[in-house]
């Protein structure tokens, strides 16, 4: 079946430190990875995707390797601001018929404190 | 302007009562989804349309009735309302997938409330 395992939270780190949230798949085929922010009270954003192995997404400092090997699509980030505090979802599509569905992880909040 | 929108934002409502939740898209897309998210944050689709075919049904009960009037628009109805439908539900749309990886854009979320 298909599946996404992340890591379990809450994450709580200080402005500036260093992030990395992991996220594992299982999956039949070669699926496209996602990741998902959803800000306080408001509803799911893109952060970034990959669509193979190898390739790697990026956005707002943000960025995420597509690993077949280990099966992974960790997110990380250099340096975490306040206003990243959110929850973040990752997410393998697969394809039924003429649609397509994603598979989400149970996702990881994120406080940064000043 | 907002490419997924959906209405209501926020609906506190009675058990048994049926209630409907709206969704529309300006970007022209295909496909459109209806996605739950439980109160543990939990995120599972519930139903896909296609050029208004249903294409995806997730084991959703059927008190839950998806209608897609045009590829525009996919609204959510639900019947005889449960404490346990108590959820924020999430529009979404995507381009039909001839390869995989189309990005699916996500509305802002519908929270129902059901006391």
């Known amino acids: 079946g298909n599946s996404v395992t992340q890591m379990e939270g809450p994450v709580t780190l200080s402005e500036e430190a260093f992030l990395t949230i992991n996220c594992t798949y299982t999956?039949?085929?070669?699926?496209?990875l996602f990741w998902y922010v959803q800000y306080p009270g408001e509803g799911l954003q893109l952060l970034l995707k990959?669509?193979?192995?190898?390739d790697k997404g990026s956005n707002k400092g943000f960025e995420a390797t597509y690993r077949k090997e280990t099966t992974s699509f960790h997110l990380e980030k250099g340096s975490v601001q306040v206003s990243d505090s959110a929850v973040y979802f990752c997410?393998?599509?697969?394809?039924?018929?003429?649609?397509?569905?994603?598979?989400f992880g149970k996702g990881t909040k994120l406080t940064v404190n000043p | 302007d907002t490419a997924v929108s959906q209405t209501p934002k926020y609906l506190v409502t009675q058990m048994g009562n049926d209630k409907s939740i709206k969704c529309e898209q300006n970007?022209?897309?295909?496909?459109m989804y209806w996605y739950k998210q439980d109160s543990k944050k939990f995120l599972k689709i519930m139903f896909s349309?296609?050029?208004?075919?249903?294409?995806i049904n997730e084991t959703v009960p059927n008190r839950f009735s998806p209608k897609s009037p045009d590829k525009a628009h996919l609204n959510l109805h639900i019947n005889s309302l449960e404490l346990g439908d108590s959820a924020v539900y999430f529009c979404?749309?995507?381009?039909?997938?001839?390869?995989?990886?189309?990005?699916?854009?996500f509305g802002e979320g519908s929270w129902l409330t059901v006391v």
């Open positions: 990959a669509t193979k192995a190898d």
């Open positions: 349309y296609n050029n208004k075919e249903l294409i």
């Open positions: 997410a393998l599509s697969v394809r039924v018929g003429g649609s397509e569905k994603l598979v």
């Open positions: 979404a749309s995507s381009q039909e997938p001839r390869i995989s990886g189309n990005t699916i854009y």
């Open positions: 999956a039949t085929g070669y699926p496209s």
């Open positions: 970007l022209g897309h295909d496909t």
